[in-house]
């Protein structure tokens, strides 16, 4: 079993919906939890950094970690042309940068 | 600039030749980062340093990878006797500490014949 699963997808969506992305995992010692997302021929760039579980909210983004079912989402609300790209999630000790990914959802929000 | 900056963007080599990927990290980040990203999936560790110091080298693949970072800064990544199966991009990345937000360069395709 893969320490982080994530659905590829891909996934379309019409230019204003809300998406939700996800992510399982399998130990419960991981404490911080990230989304990146991720341009097609660019580095990952951090969009969400949360730690425990509950909502985390940055404009149209919202982290959502349920800790006792080690599930993490991803909602973006209003989606735009711009969000499409591939989301990463990320897990992490929290004691380094030592990030276990997921394998990225590919996004696309159609005009 | 103000990012991390990886060269080459573009390496095409042939098996058995070696290869060395380099990275230029924000200026002040002590702590630097290997990964490793094979199409269709999310980066894998490789190496992380902290200093001039190999902190954690457990997710390099076998002894034919190899990196360094002399003074602190700028590392090289280094791959002998290169494979197909070593047909990737390779992401640096750097942190101002040892854990934080990591900021990620455009990575190093390499590409194996």
């Known amino acids: 079993q893969k320490e982080v699963e994530q659905d590829p997808g891909p996934l379309s969506v019409p230019e204003g919906a809300i998406v939700s992305l996800n992510c399982t995992y399998s130990?419960?010692?991981?404490?911080?939890f990230m989304w990146y997302r991720q341009y097609s021929r660019k580095g990952p760039e951090l969009l969400m950094y949360?730690?425990?579980?509950g909502n985390k909210e940055d404009g149209r983004f919202t982290a959502q970690v349920d800790k006792s079912s080690k599930y993490i989402s991803l909602f973006i609300r209003d989606s735009q042309p711009s969000d499409s790209a591939t989301y990463l999630c990320?897990?992490?000790?929290?004691?380094?940068?030592?990030?276990?990914f997921g394998t990225g959802t590919l996004l696309a929000v159609q005009p | 600039g103000a990012g991390v900056s990886q060269t080459p963007s573009n390496k095409v080599t042939e098996k058995g030749k070696y290869v060395e990927l380099r990275c230029d990290p924000i200026?002040?980040?002590?702590?630097l980062y290997w990964y490793r990203q094979s199409l269709g999936q999310g980066p894998e560790f490789l190496i992380y340093?902290?200093?001039?110091?190999?902190?954690?080298d457990s997710g390099l693949p076998n002894d034919r990878f190899f990196a360094v970072r002399p003074e602190g800064s700028v590392s090289t990544l280094k791959i002998q006797r290169t494979e197909r199966g070593d047909s990737a991009v390779y992401l640096c990345?750097?942190?101002?500490?040892?854990?934080?937000?990591?900021?990620f360069g455009e990575g190093s395709r390499l590409t194996v014949l």
């Open positions: 990320a897990i992490s000790s929290g004691a380094t940068n030592k990030l276990i």
């Open positions: 130990n419960s010692a991981f404490q911080y």
């Open positions: 949360t730690y425990s579980s």
């Open positions: 200026s002040g980040h002590t702590a």
């Open positions: 340093f902290q200093g001039t110091g190999a902190a954690d």
């Open positions: 990345a750097s942190s101002q500490k040892t854990a934080g937000e990591l900021f």
